[in-house]
Structures are given as C-alpha cells and as structure tokens.
C-alpha cells in the first residue's frame, strides 16, 4: 500500500526545510514493512503530476486545495491534527496567568490552529500571539512550537 506526504517546499523562506521527511521519518517508524512511502513537494508539481498513493497526508487544508488536482482520488487526502504532549501543556500550565506566549510552526495557518487548540485547552489564562513573517518578537520570553 502506497502512502505520501506533500509538503510545500524543499526550501521554504530560504531555509533548507525537513517538514516532509520528519513527516516520512514518523511514518516510517510506525509502518515500516507494511508502507510505501513517497515524499511530494508541491512547488515540483508538473501539469502531469498524478498522485495515485492510498493515502496522502497535508499539514493543512490549504495544502489539500492545492494538491486536489493532481490526486487521483481527492478522498484519499488526510489532513492529520496536532497533539501536544502532557509534559509540553504541564509547562504551559505553570505559565504565570497574563504571559504572553509566541506561538510558531511552519506557516500561519498551522500556527492559527495550533493558538486555537491551545487556547481551547488551556483556556485564555495566557496570551497566545501567532508569529507573523516579518514582524519583530525579539521581547518575547516564551515561545511554543507544535510542529
């Protein structure tokens, strides 16, 4: 059984970027033997693209817009959901009431989710502020990465 994982970029914002292989890597450690896993870029899309896999995971529904022309079966697309561990949510717990906290992942839609799955656990006892290109978050002492 064919799965894949498509991911935007080999690069993104000028940075070498390893989403879609960790993606592959965490795959791999749990179907190794019982997948074929294949790794799609969306910027090498050629007009003749088909993406036949079984199943075909993106990290947003941006992306599943994007790669819906070229997947034999739109059906097969997954869009997996962010977890956080009990030990990350323990320290966001023990964040003094007020904090603002930067929230970062790999672009704005991720991040929005990630703020809005925080903030339905963990309530508005801190203040979760999205990382926006560009802007500048250098007086923040606390940020979180959900990738």
């Known amino acids: 059984m064919n799965h894949s994982c498509c991911s935007d970029s080999r690069t993104k914002n000028d940075r070498s970027s390893d989403v879609g292989q960790v993606i592959a890597q965490n795959l791999k450690d749990v179907f190794e033997g019982y997948v074929i896993i294949n790794n799609y870029y969306i910027d090498e899309f050629q007009p003749s693209t088909s993406i036949k896999d079984n199943l075909i995971f993106v990290m947003a529904g941006s992306r599943a817009k994007l790669i819906r022309d070229y997947v034999t079966n739109p059906a097969n697309i997954f869009i997996p959901r962010r977890t956080f561990t009990k030990k990350g949510l323990n320290q966001i717990f023990k964040l003094a009431k007020g904090t ?43 940020c979180i990465n959900a990738m």
């Open 100 to 142: 603002d906290v930067l929230v970062v992942n790999d672009d704005i839609e991720t991040t929005l989710e990630c703020v809005t799955s925080l903030y339905n656990i963990c309530g508005e006892s801190i203040n979760l502020i999205p990382m926006i290109e560009g802007n500048d978050y250098r007086h923040f002492g606390v």
